[in-house]
């Protein structure tokens, strides 16, 4: 049974995600917190596969959260969930380690999917989400926003070092199949629908996406994506 923990401060949102997280059958939640102090009080006694982290919550909030379990428990997959992305909610969470980034008006079906996907190494982000992120890159604004946290900040001038330089995949001695594979990981799809595409098993899929992530020198599929974006195919 996978193990949830729940990071929000709306008490409502908690129960309904409980209930449709209970239902499925596949899911337990080993706590639900109401800011991140909650949340590594919980943390501290039992260790989930994944969280679900709102952003803006009293005390400690999913940005400061987020690098602190990522650092601590690599192993756990964090998803934001919030009604916020905006530039520096997204830069910030993501550099810090989250693996998907979802907004709360997604419906039940893509927050389930989102697990589903998270839980087996691929990332998750809105459509919403995705297109803020393609304009970032394009203006180059994704280190711009200003955090007086430092771990948040220097998490953030990380992804800016990177990001806004153009890549060019033959340099990273790409084949044309590594290459459509690659553009359509930037566009957010998944291993399955990549298959799909391309009338290839899925298995086979993950052996490019492998390789792809062993010439990129990256292995988090989220900054994989962000990498992408900047590419010219």
Known sequence: MTKILLVDDEPLLLESLEIILSMSGDYTIIGKAGNGVEALDILSKDIPDLMLVDLNMPGMGGIELIPKVHNEHPQIKIIVLTTFYDEKSISHAIAGGACGYLLKDSGKDAILNAISQALHGQSVL???????????????????????????????????????????????????????????????????????????????????????????????????????TRCKF
């Open 126 to 228: 809105d459509s919403k989400v995705m297109e803020k992120l393609n304009s970032m890159l394009a203006s180059g604004n994704t280190g711009n926003a200003e955090n007086s946290d430092s771990s948040s900040s220097s998490a953030s001038a990380n992804v800016s070092d990177t990001s806004t330089k153009t890549i060019d995949l033959d340099d990273y001695g790409m084949t044309d199949r590594e290459k459509e594979i690659c553009r359509l990981i930037s566009e957010g799809c998944t291993n399955s629908q990549i298959a799909s595409i391309l009338f290839i098993s899925e298995g086979t899929v993950k052996n490019y996406v492998s390789t792809i992530y062993d010439k990129l020198g990256e292995h988090d599929r989220t900054k994989v994506v962000l990498m992408l």
